[in-house]
């Protein structure tokens, strides 16, 4: 039997985007904003000040290339 596994650079990058989305969320969470408009803003503006600072959300939003988590929000929204 053979038990190699696969390894796909591009499954682990899209769970590294969704760990990192949902740490910022919760941050902005816990500081009381409204983390979809606060995201949203932050991905049609680029402006950090969207993100708070809290739990390092701000300096964790800017490892994810915009364009790259604004096309897998696309593509998870018409695939599922």
């Known amino acids: 039997m053979d ?3 696969k390894f796909n650079l591009a499954d682990e990058h899209r769970l590294e985007m969704k760990a990192i989305l949902t ?3 919760e941050s902005l969470m816990e ?3 409204n983390p979809i408009n606060q995201i949203v803003g932050y ?3 680029e402006d950090p000040t969207y993100i708070t600072n809290h739990r390092n959300a701000r300096s964790l939003i800017r490892k994810i290339d915009r364009d790259e988590l604004m096309q897998e ?3 998870h929204y018409l695939t599922d």
Request: aromatic share 14%; net charge positive; glycine share 6%.
């Open 3 to 5: 038990n190699t596994r």
């Open 23 to 25: 740490a910022v969320y």
């Open 43 to 45: 991905l049609l503006s």
């Open 31 to 33: 500081k009381g904003y």
């Open 73 to 75: 929000l696309v593509r």
